[in-house]
């Protein structure tokens, strides 16, 4: 039995870049629905979304990114998506992978799967300096919390089963959701693997995690991470009780 996949598409001021992104997913042949959901942008994001003839949620201003991918997780539940695909509105992301992001979910061998940038051969793309500096922090935090080893936490690329499709439904991160969202998922015993994956430069634009947001972005996850734990293990010991 074919898998109904969705793939969401966050998009905040991707007007420049979401033609792009719709066509290489449709070029692929991958069969899977499309949701762009705007978060608030100023541009017409929405309307040329529209003009490709993908479904498209207009929010009516900006949730950050977690509340945009929420949203798509929202909707994949409630129509019944077995598999849902978060997809980046940049242009980083190339749908060549959709069938190797999937196959361990229909495999029934996780729950969740990664795309890597970090991982052979496909490496291409990894971010500036400054980003890669973060994103290899969070990897050995992560590791150091968990024992579980993912070498790109703040990967937007990803593939999620029903059942973190649930979970991500009615609790996902707001802020910087990425590195958070493993360790959410994690505590609920969802198994989680990567494959790698080859990105690209976005199109346009610029990225929103700059210079001295990097910092901000490090510190302000590391507390969310350890809070989730925090709370994860103060929930086991209420069990106990």
Known sequence: MNSKVLVIIPAFNESDNIVHVIENIESSGFACEILVVDDGSCDDTSSVARSCGVGVVRLPFNLGIG????????YAARYGFDIAIQFDG???HDAQFFNKLIEPIVA???DVVVGSRFLPPNLGYQSSWIRRIGIHFFSWLISFLTGMTITDPTSGFRACGRKVIKVFAY??????PEPESIIEVK????RIVEIPVQMKERISGHSSIRYLKTLYYMVK???AILLRII?????VGDHDD
């Open 108 to 110: 029934d061998q996780a």
């Open 221 to 223: 996850v590391t507390f």
């Open 171 to 176: 609790d996902y991160p707001l802020d910087f």
């Open 90 to 92: 940049d242009g980083q």
């Open 231 to 235: 709370q994860t293990k103060k929930q």
């Open 67 to 74: 509340g945009a991918v929420q949203t798509g997780f929202l």
């Open 187 to 190: 505590k609920t015993g969802a």
